[in-house]
């Protein structure tokens, strides 16, 4: 029996980014990049482990947006063309670097091996559909796929309106079903947003756990005597895991966290904004406006300016990711070592990360948990693996505990959704949330179309509380987009909710509104009752 156990849990969630008023959108790109840096990488090193015979477990959200995304005919066909064209132009580089640069040739070999292997993943292997790949680890016993609220909506600033919060929950459970053909045992709280009592409408939707920051566990009363070492049981009968700070800093952080290495690819430095744009033409929007195309050759070198970086090298990544991974396990070991000290049971670390973290952000990530799983596989029987699920299976019995309203990110109090940066968008969030309550009553028996613009109302609504909008708003990184989003949804619920109110209702307007907000088809406005 090991001393402890170690929980990784990766947040995978992406707003909901359809535009087929268009034939390529920029923000469409966040969702290609995440298949191409994050999810397919995943999905190899998972297919890699599996084949050895490695005893990995990893938990998974896959959120209601994400899974929609991957299944949606239009953007698989997009991604297509996207991948095929991150394939032809690293062929075109490896040409051009040997005759221009040598510095980047080697590199240039590796992206177009990479990009053919990601290609020949989605493509090939798993026939453009990666639902199908994590449900095949999932399985195996080795995955666990939780789920997210229906948008990914902020809960704790939706409380005043609890057939919202409701309606996140319950949508989002209905669509896990459908796709993944069973129910949800757990659950990502948008943000780990928790506020007492919301954790009755996970438990009517038979959800057994979910996740909150450190801080949610360590100010719980009365306070667990185990900290976050231990999931406790909230009076509502749902088992919270708390966030572990230790090794959540040590990925996290801007100072001390491993993808800071000065070896690991530089993010910041893209060709798309270095090579002619007469060379790049095939591979930019039609508008001749720049973006990253996916392609960098540099490491992060230091604190230095971008003009200053080295040249990345893939074999001096690889070897700090290794002994990242080593270094990581090793200080598992310690913490748990330490921690079995005062408890009556193994102890349990739990760290949570956005999946982007690995592989987009940290283009090496994919490799550290592969080498880290492995390390744990046949190096040690101190720390292994689990799922939150496997967990509560060995250990049933809880302490019951009262959580405090919290948050992750900055101060852990929501104030990274609730600023004077974003303020503005709740009255209108909370307005529309009633009106579609009422109109969920109004209706008892609404014609076809009555019934579908109800519907598209309620997807409408969905689409605007995406905690996402918020979050850009505050981050500062494309605000007009996220302000557009937000307006455009509520201004479209506004037209079906005057129209449902008395107005005419026209067939064409409802149609393109189906057409471009198409998210749970098989929804029902009576979840708002």
Request: a negative charge.
């Amino acid at each position: 029996m090991p001393a402890g156990y170690w929980c990784p849990v990766l947040h995978a969630h992406l707003p909901y980014v359809r535009h087929p008023e268009y034939p390529e959108f920029l923000e469409e790109d966040w969702f290609f990049e995440a298949i191409t840096e994050t999810y397919v990488p995943l999905i190899l090193v998972l297919d890699g482990l599996l084949a050895d015979g490695v005893d990995y477990r990893l938990t998974m959200t896959l959120s209601p947006p994400v899974l929609s995304m991957l299944q949606d005919p239009l953007l698989v066909s997009r991604y297509h063309r996207y991948i095929d064209r991150l394939v032809e132009l690293s062929r075109r580089e490896i040409d051009r670097t040997a005759r221009e640069d040598a510095r980047f040739h080697d590199t240039a070999r590796f992206y177009h091996h990479e990009f053919s292997r990601i290609r020949e993943c989605f493509r090939g292997t798993y026939g453009s559909d990666l639902v199908r790949a994590f449900r095949k680890h999932r399985d195996a016993g080795k995955l666990e796929i939780i789920t997210c609220g229906a948008t990914h909506g902020f809960l704790p600033l939706m409380d005043g309106v609890p057939q919202a919060v409701r309606a996140q929950i319950q949508i989002a459970a209905q669509h896990y079903r459908k796709v993944l053909g069973r129910d949800p045992a757990g659950i990502w709280l948008p943000e780990c947003g928790y506020m007492p009592g919301q954790e009755r409408f996970l438990a009517e939707a038979g959800i057994r756990f979910s996740f909150i920051e450190s801080h949610g566990i360590t100010d719980a009363h009365p306070r667990p005597s185990h900290g976050t070492f231990a999931p406790i049981l909230a009076p509502g009968g749902v088992a919270f895991f708390g966030r572990d700070t230790e090794s959540s800093r040590q990925v996290w952080s801007s100072e001390s966290g491993y993808p800071g290495d000065n070896d690991y690819r530089e993010f910041y430095k893209d060709v798309g904004w270095e090579l002619p744009l007469e060379y790049l033409a095939d591979f930019m929007p039609a508008d001749g406006m720049r973006k990253n195309v996916g392609l960098k050759y540099f490491r992060i070198t230091g604190k230095v300016g971008l003009g200053d970086k080295q040249p990345y090298v893939r074999a001096w990544a690889m070897e700090k990711a290794a002994s990242h991974a080593g270094d990581f396990l090793q200080r598992r070991q310690q913490q748990i070592r330490e921690a079995a000290a005062g408890m009556s049971q193994p102890p349990l670390v739990m760290s949570p990360y956005d999946a982007e973290l690995y592989g987009h952000w940290w283009y090496e990530g994919p490799e550290f948990l592969n080498f880290l799983f492995r390390k744990m596989h046949h190096d040690q029987d101190v720390v292994k693996t689990t799922t939150p699920s496997e967990h509560l299976d060995r250990h049933p019995e809880l302490e019951l505990a009262q959580p405090p309203m919290c948050t992750w990110g900055a101060k852990g109090y929501a104030e990274v959704w609730l600023n004077p940066g974003n303020d503005w968008i709740y009255p209108h969030l909370e307005i529309a949330a009633e009106r579609m309550v009422e109109l969920a009553h109004r209706y008892q028996q609404p014609n076809d179309r009555e019934r579908r613009a109800l519907n598209q109302a309620a997807r409408e609504l969905l689409l605007a509380q995406s905690s996402d909008w918020a979050f850009i708003m505050k981050t500062n990184t494309m605000v007009e987009y996220a302000i557009k989003r937000t307006r455009d949804h509520v201004a479209r619920f506004d037209y079906l909710y005057r129209t449902l109110s008395g107005g005419f209702l026209e067939e064409p307007i409802l149609q393109e509104f189906e057409s471009r907000d198409n998210i749970f088809p098989d929804l029902d406005y009576r979840v708002y009752r």
